[in-house]
């Protein structure tokens, strides 16, 4: 028990450290300023060339999303997701080690060329986190912490981060096993990050973009917009187009729909009336409800 009440605690120091060393010193795999460009460049666009020109540029729930880019982002990880997540890694090692197991790692992948590695990566992690949204719909309990997503009610590239922090945990657990057995490692995957970040930026923003045959691959704000429909089509009950980065797994396994514009549509989901509208309650709803 003491070497994981030591791990949590290194974590907090660590973590604390590493976040002041962020903002003190900007550079080229810095995640604080990486974040602050892309939201300026994002919301930059939303503005000289917005698709819904009657939204308001500072919309409704615009600064509770901007609060749950920091939460999210910096201090949810802060708080406890890199202590939780260095005790867990801990605990599955140890139960490897009772079968004589050091690691899972079926797959090498580091003689490959780094630009490889990156692509694996992306792609298969871009797949299991498909999968896992598309849960988060068909499972009542994980709907109740994904509504928190789905309660914005205009659109703008900081709706992508209104989610309630134990998707994280739920992303994060389900990744790790799959990419351990391929044993990445690289400090490359901030690039993969920071990509898909800049794309979950654009989905959500107030843009009139489709990429043309691009679309096919990648999601976009056209086609997610769909995803955020309050009136969901009989063949799509528990929802549609669950791409985060690409859009090509909806059109290969049948849950891509893009019938018409969504300029107008009306977005949230059914008595999103009566769901709470500041972060506090939003925190706390899933687990009184």
């Known amino acids: 028990m003491n070497k994981y009440l030591k791990i949590i605690e290194d974590s907090f120091v660590g ?26 460049l994002v919301f930059a666009l939303e503005i000289s060339i917005p698709w819904r020109k009657k939204q308001p540029i500072i919309r409704k729930g615009f600064w509770l999303d901007a609060f749950y880019i920091l939460f999210n982002f910096f201090l949810f990880s802060l708080i406890g997701y890199n ?5 867990g890694v801990e605990l599955f090692n140890d139960f490897l080690g009772i079968f004589n197991i050091e690691n899972l790692v079926a797959v090498e992948v580091d003689n490959l060329p780094v630009w490889a590695q ?46 309630h922090f134990m998707e994280t945990l739920v992303y994060k657990s389900v990744q ?7 044993g990445f490692g690289i400090e490359q995957f901030f690039i993969v990050h920071m ?42 009950r528990y929802g549609m ?25 009306e977005i949230g989901f059914k008595g999103d009336e009566h769901f709470p509208s500041n972060f506090k309650d939003q925190t706390l709803y899933p687990f009184k409800n």
């Open 15 to 40: 973590y604390f450290d590493y976040l002041i060393q962020e903002i003190t010193n900007p550079g080229w795999t810095n995640y604080f300023y990486w974040l602050i460009g892309l939201s300026l």
């Open 83 to 87: 202590a939780l997540s260095n005790v």
């Open 118 to 163: 990156l692509l694996i990566m992306f792609i298969l992690a871009d797949f299991i986190q498909w999968n896992v949204h598309r849960m988060l719909h068909r499972v009542p309990w994980l709907w109740k912490f994904h509504q928190i997503h789905h309660s914005v009610k205009e659109m703008g590239f900081a709706a992508q981060f209104r989610f």
């Open 176 to 182: 790790y096993i799959p990419l351990a057995m391929i």
């Open 195 to 236: 990509f898909s970040v800049f794309v979950g930026h654009l989905n959500h923003a107030n843009l009139d973009w489709s990429y043309g045959k691009l679309g096919y691959i990648f999601n976009n704000p056209r086609m997610h917009i769909w995803h955020h429909a309050k009136q969901l089509p009989p063949q799509h």
């Open 241 to 265: 187009n669950f791409g985060l980065t690409l859009s090509i797994w909806d059109y290969l396994f049948g849950t891509a729909y893009v019938p018409q514009s969504g300029k107008n549509l």
